[in-house]
């Protein structure tokens, strides 16, 4: 958490006011959320003065496209907040630690309980660099994702988004059909699939009838082409829905507001419960730290 839907909720929320306004300043209180940069200073340097021209994203990182060039990467991993606000009179949260102000006004905060997510300015590389980009994402005939990642080498190894990158069903099958580990495994990699996490790697499966454990090599042509399909209609109805707000897990859009998407899930942290097409009770596997919730049945 949060996943892609999430991720793109934030993403289109942000791109409504952001895009246009001028970073006036970035004060940063913890250095661990700008790790990459030297000191806290050299992020503020690199950020104040310029203006937001573009809101991306690229499987599971926000990306502000910056006037010189340069781009503002916002990595939420587990535990990363982003919220706005009217200036600095509304109360900060515990955790704050980057508050984005701009000349037109409003602030934008970065609240993280674990600072496990982190903010950097990536420059492009000179002109003529060869850049070595994953082979899975090069498999994409198109899409604004191989552009992405070559203008920030710090994504170059990303896999396939299911989005960005415009892959058909018979080049998901030639990925599927090199790799031998389990589909769960393979699904929540993000060095072949960038995106997709726990949540929604579980809800394609059980919406293409697959089971968790399955090597991925084995899907015959109809399975790929299900587990395809379902992929991307399960992240586009969770988008919809403005991402998915668990109880363990409650995410928020920037303007404090929840997912929708929770109440549609079919299998993820339901065990127990009746499976909601043939009312077995669901099943949760776990593999090292990874739970997968699963039906039996409905799955093979
Ligand atoms: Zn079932």
Request: aromatic share 6%; net charge neutral.
């Amino acid at each position: 958490m949060p996943e892609l839907p999430e991720i793109e909720t934030i993403r289109a929320s942000l791109s409504r006011d952001l895009v246009g306004k001028k970073i006036k300043g970035a004060a940063v209180t913890s250095g661990k959320i700008v790790r990459r940069h030297k000191t806290a200073k050299d992020f503020r340097t690199a950020v104040e003065g310029h203006t937001i021209k573009s809101a991306q994203r690229l499987g599971k990182n926000l990306i502000f496209g910056l006037d010189n060039g340069t781009s503002l990467v916002i990595d939420l991993d587990v535990s990363g907040h982003i919220l706005r606000s009217q200036g600095p009179k509304d109360e900060k949260p515990k955790h704050t630690h980057v508050v984005f102000t701009f000349t037109q006004g409003g602030e934008i905060r970065y609240v993280d309980a674990l600072s496990k997510g982190e903010l950097y300015v990536s420059t492009p590389p000179p002109e003529g660099t060869e850049v070595e980009i994953s082979k899975f994402a090069r498999l994409s005939v198109g899409g604004d994702g191989l552009g992405l990642r070559k203008q920030i080498p710090e994504l170059t190894s990303l896999g396939i988004d299911p989005f960005e990158d415009q892959i058909g069903w018979d080049r998901f099958a030639a990925i599927l059909r090199s790799r031998t580990t389990d589909l769960k495994s393979v699904l929540t990699d993000q060095n072949i699939l960038a995106g997709l996490g726990e949540i929604y790697a579980d809800e394609a499966l059980f919406a293409a009838g697959l089971g968790h454990d399955r090597e991925a090599e084995s899907l015959s042509t109809i399975e790929i082409r299900r587990l395809h399909r379902a992929i991307t209609e399960i992240l586009q109805e969770a988008i919809k829905y403005g991402g998915s707000s668990l109880e363990k897990e409650p995410f928020r859009d920037p303007d404090g507001k929840e997912g929708n998407y929770q109440q549609y899930l079919q299998v993820y942290d339901r065990e127990g419960l009746p499976c909601m097409q043939c009312r077995q009770p669901i099943k949760k596997a776990v593999n090292k730290s990874q739970a997968t919730f699963y039906c039996d049945k409905c799955q093979s």
